[in-house]
């Protein structure tokens, strides 16, 4: 097994402690490996000492009894040496795996909690390289490193305090060449170590150019840039090869070298043991018993050299899991979560909300006050911005004291330039992002303290990319609503008219989707966004350049559909199609993190602004 190219873990103690937190709940496991490990160990060391008794009081005496009542003794421990194994090997994968699916659960659950700003900052290969390259150099190393690890340096320490207790002046000879097998092995380990992290530069490179060239083999072929691609690939693929060779060269060295200089160790042994014989120095079994521990110490020390290096690869990897488990979860101080309620009477004949289980339709934010009570305010989707101001990297505001509100049922359009801020308010709105000053606030509430959960299941969101999930048809419409229906979620497609072309798709409702959809036009999957937003039926709704991606019958054909779904709701709408907010309650133009310009759509023609330049083609948006 060759050398793993790793970067040194930064905080190894930590680390380790992280990493026991997660083992501490199997101590009992744990303890029994150990123990067991111990147990086969001390079995190998000891039968191979039982050489030297066996020899000096059995063979040279021809005593056949005793001779076959020691083999049995010996045989009986090397059984419970490979039983104790067996038994720890078992044990260690059975333990590896509950703590790498805890390690692995935990971190899916922090990604989960984590901002969106994280991911905004990290690509998803960065990501993704915890849960496959980082989780399976840390399963392989618990599996098998770690027990190898410590099996060997008991071993290696046993053997050398067994040869020393034999004879310590043959001891120095051996010593003497594991000194030489420690210099090459840590030679050799550094040299195969770097050019092991150029390797994996190198590969990372390659890999990232041919998926980029894959990706893009449309375009390749359309600029004939095939030849200059190959080139390109040659040359990246040198590197890598020549990197490769290096690394390689040096790791495949230290098995064959330390199993020379084992054999020379023995044969040095060998022979000046026997001299030690001659001379009375040693005895005859302590020689054989000598000479086999000799034998057997080579591969423990190859196996902890190769092993070494796969536990620090796991620590290193275990140290980017743990730092995406430290990083800091989505604030959420919100107290104000959203129930369900009804109307009733009260004895004064008075209309009052309470709380239920049932569904009424009615839904309404529920907040403690400082005596203990309950206080309802009903949900109307009243959404206000007073003088926000916010940046995704400070000093680079991207709106500037921006203010503007939304009545229960308002239809609100946002128009302007790429950059302007339009899809930022939106995200504000869902909190995404805090702001940096002013104040956003929900039916009255400043959204800071709305629990996040509940603020956006009350917002229903269609994204100009549409993101679907593999599934069927019908589980990526209920998605905003698990328990909804069949007969709901054919009522949201006909509300998208979404459901004639999901009727003509081979299994209807139950055609399986992977691949985010890959099998559907860019159109056909913005439908069932919009038929995922539908079923959710939520007083607020978001449409982010919804009907982008749809030409122009089939937006005139989901236009009495989407007036049906915004009915009634407070609307924000992004479009670059003005011909769809020309029904808005209130136009908003932003440039540069500014309103520009507000109002209906005939009072901004009437201005002759920049909307009006818009509206006439005079100006386009870019």
């Not at 720890?88 to 935990?106: D, F, H, N, P, S």
């Not at 900052?121 to 849960?131: A, C, I, N, P």
């Not at 709106?399 to 330039?417: C, N, R, T, W």
Request: glycine residues 8%.
């Amino acid at each position: 097994m060759p050398h793993v190219g790793y970067k040194k873990p930064k905080n190894m103690r930590k680390t380790l402690a992280q990493l026991g937190h997660y083992m501490k709940k199997h101590l009992p496991a744990v303890t029994a490996i150990f123990l067991l490990i111990i147990v086969s160990t001390l079995a190998n060391i000891y039968g191979t000492y039982l050489l030297k008794p066996i020899v000096n009081n059995y063979i040279v005496p021809a005593d056949i009894p005793g001779l076959i009542r020691v083999i049995i003794f010996m045989a009986a421990m090397y059984g419970c040496g490979a039983l104790a194994s067996y038994g720890y090997t078992q044990l260690m994968v059975k333990t590896a795996q509950q703590v790498i699916q805890e390690i692995r659960g935990a971190l899916f659950s922090k990604v989960q909690s984590l901002p969106l700003s994280f991911f905004d900052s990290h690509t998803h290969g960065e990501l993704m390289s915890r849960f496959t390259n980082d989780i399976d150099t840390l399963s392989d190393a618990l599996n098998n490193s770690f027990t190898a690890l410590i099996q060997n340096s008991i071993l290696i320490a046993g053997t050398f305090i067994v040869l020393i207790m034999l004879n310590f002046q043959l001891s120095v000879i051996v010593l003497l060449c594991f000194f030489g097998m420690f210099l090459f092995i840590r030679y050799s380990g550094k040299k195969s170590h770097a050019y092991f992290s150029q390797q994996q530069k190198y590969m990372g490179n390659l890999n990232g150019f041919v998926e980029e060239s894959i990706e893009g083999q449309k375009v390749v072929k359309i600029f004939n840039h095939e030849a200059e691609n190959l080139k390109e690939f040659d040359r990246r693929n040198e590197n890598l090869q020549q990197a490769g060779t290096k690394a390689l060269t040096f790791s495949r060295l230290i098995i064959p070298v330390v199993v020379s200089i084992s054999y020379f160790n023995y044969a040095i042994s060998a022979c000046v043991g026997a001299f030690f014989a001659i001379a009375g120095l040693i005895d005859l079994g302590g020689l054989a018993s000598y000479l086999v521990y000799v034998r057997q110490i080579a591969m423990p020390v190859n196996q902890f050299s190769q092993q070494i290096n796969l536990v620090m690869a796991a620590i290193s990897g275990a140290e980017r899991i743990f730092e995406f488990m430290e990083m800091e979860p989505e604030e959420n101080r919100g107290k104000a979560v959203l129930v369900r309620v009804k109307q009733e009477t009260d004895p004064l004949g008075n209309q009052v909300m309470t709380e239920c289980e049932e569904r009424t339709g009615l839904w309404a934010w529920k907040q403690m006050t400082d005596d203990g009570s309950a206080k309802l305010t009903p949900l109307r989707g009243d959404v206000r911005l007073k003088n926000v101001t916010f940046s995704y990297i400070p000093g680079h505001p991207v709106l500037k004291d921006v203010s503007l509100y939304a009545k229960p049922g308002q239809k609100i359009a946002f128009v302007g330039s790429t950059g302007a801020g339009k899809t930022t308010i939106t995200n504000l709105i869902n909190r995404f992002y805090d702001i940096d000053s002013g104040s956003v606030t929900y039916d009255g509430i400043p959204i800071q303290d709305i629990d996040k959960a509940s603020l956006r299941r009350s917002l229903g969101m269609v994204l100009q990319d549409t993101h679907l999930f593999t599934g069927t048809i019908a589980d990526n419409i209920r998605y905003s609503r698990q328990n909804a229906t069949m007969e709901q979620v054919v009522e949201a497609a006909r509300l998208a008219n979404a459901d004639s072309f999901i009727r003509r798709l081979p299994e209807g409702y139950d055609t399986v989707i992977t691949g985010d959809g890959a099998s559907l036009s860019q159109g056909q999957r913005q439908l069932l966004a919009i038929a995922r937003a539908a079923i959710a039926s939520p007083p607020v709704l978001i449409l982010d350049e919804a009907t982008s991606s749809i030409d122009t019958h089939t937006e005139k054909l989901i236009e009495s559909g989407m007036d049906k779904l915004m009915e009634g709701r407070t609307v924000f709408v992004i479009a670059h199609r003005l011909s769809t907010v020309r029904n808005a309650k209130a136009i908003i133009v932003l440039e540069n993190g500014e309103i520009a310009e507000r109002g209906s759509h005939d009072e901004l023609v009437e201005q002759k602004g920049r909307y009006y330049k818009l509206y006439t083609g005079q100006f386009e948006l870019s």
